[in-house]
């Protein structure tokens, strides 16, 4: 028998024995057993559609819910989830996103304002992903109010909402070695955007605003930027640290050029000195540096600018040379640098290069009579052992 017809005969046994269970599993077995898939179906059908109704339900109530969210974490959970169960829940859900879109929003730039700039970018980059998301799940109910609004918002939380902040980072920055994270990262998100000099630009701009010659803060913001990490602002700022490093006419303060003697910048600080044209910025810098440092190639790096101070080089040039006249190296070093001749005069370069021949010549006395020496203690330990030998024979 078909389906149909063990129904029919189902009913007709259980009109006819007033619906004995019993007598009617007698006689059309089959009968019970095709009802009992459409009870079984009906009752799947019901708990499907209660448990739809319920997460409907949840999920509406959710809406509600990310407007009490108590943290960014909570928020955010609560819109990932909202915005993968859009397209299953139907259009009641959709109009309660519709309803409540700007408090949703507004909830979201309340959560994020305490956050440093490095935080937001992530966060506004999260939740710009999770309303394309939603723009996208809600087409399906052809509510073009609700898909248009979070298409436009998922961009303008970027281009406008996130411009803000970062122009409110920069202008309000220091630019000092806790800042380099964070201008990173803004590097980083401005580079993944198609407009990326009108985000670079005017932090540049302000970076730029900021003192390379006298700024200790922002040399040491330089140093640690790197070209993969920072690109733009790397350059940017290595260049114009460069640029006042080797003009030959700017001033660098004593603090910063100090600072790179003391931390791996000494040849830096030696080419700058060694240029300098401006002679009352030269004559500044020597009253903290020149012969302060117990540094001998700062000092020649004074020696070696061309542009006229009131300084007495020559004494001291000849102090150090009759200081250390037994350290040859040390003379060799002197003597053969830029302008030491012009400084001291050939009278006293001439009786420098007197001495450093006879420590020379008495250096390699010295070795000589060494090296014979050594020779005959080696063949002195060879008679004794031959000694040794003969007599135990």
């Not at 007033?18 to 007598?23: K, R």
């Not at 509600?64 to 299953?88: H, R, V």
């Not at 903290?288 to 070696?304: E, H, Q």
């Not at 450093?356 to 203690?377: M, P």
Request: glycine share 2%; hydrophobic share 40%; net charge negative.
């Amino acid at each position: 028998m078909s389906f149909l017809e063990n129904l029919k005969e189902f009913f007709s046994v259980a009109k006819e024995t007033n619906f004995d269970l019993a007598q009617i599993y007698t006689q059309t077995p089959d009968g019970v057993y095709s009802v009992g898939l459409i009870l079984v179906a009906i009752l799947l059908i019901v708990v499907f559609l209660i448990r739809r109704s319920m997460k409907i339900s949840s999920t509406v109530k959710l809406v509600s819910k990310i407007q009490n969210a108590k943290s960014f974490d909570e928020y955010n959970s609560g819109l990932t989830k909202l915005a993968a169960e859009l397209p299953k829940r139907g259009k009641k859900v959709a109009d309660s996103i519709n309803v409540q879109k700007n408090d949703i929003l507004n909830k979201e730039l309340e959560l994020l304002k305490d956050f440093n700039i490095k935080e937001k970018i992530e966060k506004y980059q999260q939740i710009s992903s999770q309303y394309a998301l939603i723009a996208s799940n809600s087409k399906k109910y052809r509510m073009d109010d609700l898909t248009s609004y979070y298409e436009e918002t998922s961009k303008t939380l970027l281009s406008q909402n996130l411009a803000i902040e970062i122009e409110k980072y920069y202008t309000n920055s220091y630019f000092t070695l806790d800042d380099v994270e964070f201008v990173n990262s803004i590097v980083t998100f401005a580079n993944s955007q198609e407009n990326t000099d009108e985000i670079l630009n005017p932090m540049i701009k302000e970076i730029n605003s900021y003192s390379y010659a006298f700024n200790l803060d922002l040399f040491k913001f330089t140093k640690a930027l790197s070209k993969d990490e920072s690109n733009q602002v790397y350059t940017n700022c290595t260049e114009k640290l460069n640029d006042v490093l080797t003009s030959k006419e700017d001033k660098v303060s004593d603090v910063v050029l100090s600072y790179m003697l003391d931390n791996g910048y000494e040849e830096d600080v030696y080419v700058y000195v060694s240029g300098l044209e401006n002679a009352i910025y030269l004559k500044d810098i020597s009253n903290n540096l020149f012969a302060k440092k117990d540094n001998i190639d700062l000092d020649l790096a004074f020696v070696a600018n061309e542009t006229k101070i009131d300084l007495d080089y020559a004494f001291h040039i000849d102090s150090l040379i009759t200081d250390n006249w037994r350290d040859l190296g040390y003379i060799k070093h002197i003597i053969a640098s830029p302008r030491v001749l012009e400084t001291i005069g050939h009278i006293s370069y001439r009786n420098v290069l007197e001495r450093i021949e006879r420590l020379e010549t008495e250096e390699e006395n010295n070795k000589a009579i060494a090296e014979a020496l050594e020779t005959a203690r080696r063949a002195e330990s060879i008679a004794n052992e031959a000694k040794a030998i003969a007599r135990q024979k």
